[in-house]
């Protein structure tokens, strides 16, 4: 929050918010003003309850849309002063330029975007077990790929940080506690994702954009 200089002068869109809790918590510590995104009604309905009681709700909405139409969802008129993609976008890697071309109307030049997101490392053979793992069908960008997409979409890198380290800890976490939960890999597959970022097949990255200027 604090290097992405978030007050309560901000406006932030949270794409893929799920249940809202990372949204409401900037709400709190900032006072911004916010909009929560997910195309899971139940997830915005939980989302929306957190708000109301944590005490945020009048300062922004969570609506249920698809992160691909955010025109259709947002409207035209609306800016943002920072946006947030946490965790989300493999599901579309297969359609990130139009992503990333659609946000861009939703932008200042000053506007900082946020994004937490895998790459791979490799062949994209090496990984379509994970992608089973996600549930997506999207074949997973290789880094380099998802660096010039950036590029071509109109945004320039400002930042940018292998957090796979971070990233597999995190993993690794969950895989010791969902094995105290259910035993058979065949249901609990969260050791695929641990062991390719153990192998840095997938990558675990950080990214901050701003618009290009060019």
Not at 9 to 18: E, M, N, Q, V, W
Not at 64 to 73: F, H, P, S, T
Not at 144 to 159: E, H, M, N, Q, V
Request: aromatic share 10%; net charge neutral; charged share 25%.
């Amino acid at each position: 929050i604090s290097y992405m200089k978030i007050d309560k002068d901000s406006r932030l869109l949270d794409i893929a918010c799920g249940r809202g809790k990372y949204t409401v918590e900037i709400a709190k510590r900032t006072g911004c003003k916010f909009v929560g995104l997910d195309i899971v009604e139940e997830f915005i309905s939980i989302a929306t309850d957190l708000a109301t009681k944590e005490g945020v709700s009048g300062q922004g909405v969570f609506r249920v849309g698809n992160m691909l139409d955010l025109a259709g969802v947002l409207g035209s008129e609306e800016r943002f002063t920072h946006v947030t993609a946490l965790g989300c976008l493999f599901y579309v890697h297969d359609k990130m330029e139009p992503f990333l071309t659609n946000l861009r109307p939703f932008c200042n030049p000053e506007t900082i975007t946020f994004i937490h997101d895998f790459s791979r490392n490799c062949q994209l053979g090496e990984v379509e077990v994970v992608m089973k793992h996600w549930r997506t069908s999207a074949p997973t960008l290789h880094t380099d790929d998802y660096k010039a997409i950036i590029a071509k979409s109109g945004f320039d890198i400002t930042y940018y940080r292998d957090d796979t380290e971070s990233g597999l800890k995190s993993c690794q976490w969950v895989v010791d506690v969902g094995a105290t939960l259910c035993s058979d890999p065949t249901v609990f597959t969260f050791w695929v994702l641990r062991d390719a970022l153990k192998e840095r097949r997938i990558l675990h990255n950080t990214f901050i954009l701003k618009l290009s200027v060019k």
